[in-house]
């Protein structure tokens, strides 16, 4: 199967999806308690002022926003909208929120990047530890930390190093964006969780690796047990965990919405959060969507370097396909 029909199908399986998200998401946002008009008004309603007014200021307003109109007619309506390219506008902000995205996703992407360092360097070590030193002392502290990564929440976590590294101690800033410092704290954060996954399958990987057949042929050649791992198990036991690679990075990203919101980065993942408490259905809407492009851009992407990294793959897909 040549690469570009490949691709063609890819995407084309791509449209239903992204159109199961659009309803899905449209539909769940209608069932967050409250009323956006009236959440707008509230955040600057005169106590003095008559509740009567206030109600037909919110009428006034969903009217305004569209948002009186038959449920299929708004879906319709986001669906063409965002079939031109265009993600809305914002309730609050009244700014249009691609643009919000395009200025805030900088540090979201910043954020990913250094959780993404900080996995990789522990998860690699841990992951070849464990495999290495199997059912010795250095696998079972692996693994118990390993445990421990995935058991503790992100939020939790977040606040000890919080009280620790900056209340306590003072060295770290508590929150916002800046210089270097302002990011050990949140990527730390976000990278020590996905880094136990990572290190438990890279660890799984190992040891299927060093079951095979070609280990014994490379044992048998002379090779030593730093050349074996290094140019043998390494390489076919990375491939699995390749094949994890866009759901990590789309959890990197995804992820980012608990962190930015305790560390105050200014990301897009904050921005999901203000827009969720606010009750601004465009943003949610537009959020979700894009974190669907993303998680469904990522795994294409892996799948193109599997396909690319081991041929197997390639053969048994054009074999099914032909």
């Known amino acids: 199967m040549k690469l570009a029909r490949y691709l063609c199908i890819r995407l084309a399986l791509t449209v239903p999806v992204l159109l199961g998200v659009t309803l899905l998401v449209f539909s769940l946002v ?16 005169d106590p003095g002022a008559n509740l009567s007014d206030l109600e037909k200021d919110a009428s006034v307003l969903n009217k305004s ?37 395009m200025n805030r996703f900088p540090a979201t992407l910043e954020l990913s990047m250094a959780a993404l360092v900080v996995m990789v360097l522990i998860s690699v070590p841990s992951g070849l530890a464990g495999a290495v030193f199997h059912r010795k002392g250095l696998d079972h502290l692996s693994r118990f ?21 900056s209340v306590k101690f003072g060295w770290l800033p508590t929150m916002g964006r800046g210089d270097f410092k ?12 996905l880094s136990s996954i990572t290190a438990r399958l ?28 290094g140019k043998h198990a390494l390489p076919n036991a990375l491939l699995p965990v390749l094949t994890s690679f866009g759901v990590v990075l789309g959890g990197l990203i995804g992820g980012s919405v608990i962190v930015e919101t305790i560390y105050a980065w200014p990301g897009i993942g904050r921005y999901a959060v203000d827009a969720i408490t606010g009750r601004d259905y465009p943003v949610i809407q537009a959020f979700v969507l894009f974190m669907a492009v993303v998680y469904i851009s990522l ?12 041929p197997r793959v390639r053969v048994e897909q054009e074999g099914q396909r032909g």
């Open 30 to 45: 209608r069932f967050i308690p409250g009323d956006p008009a009236r959440t707008m008004l509230l955040s600057m309603f």
């Open 145 to 165: 930390i390993a445990l421990i990564g995935i058991s503790v929440p992100s939020f939790f976590l977040g606040l000890v190093f919080m009280y620790t590294f």
């Open 65 to 101: 926003l569209g948002l009186d109109q038959p449920f299929w007619i708004q879906y319709g309506n986001w669906l063409v909208q965002i079939a031109g390219g265009n993600l809305g506008v914002s309730f609050r902000s009244k700014t249009p929120i691609w643009d919000e995205f």
């Open 202 to 229: 890279l660890r799984t990987s190992m040891l299927q690796a060093f079951s095979q057949r070609y280990m014994l042929l490379a044992e048998a050649k002379g090779l030593s047990r730093f050349q074996m791992i």
């Open 182 to 193: 302002h990011l050990i704290l949140p990527a730390l954060t976000l990278g020590i969780g």
């Open 299 to 310: 795994n294409l992407l892996v799948d193109l370097a599997y396909r690319w990294l081991d």
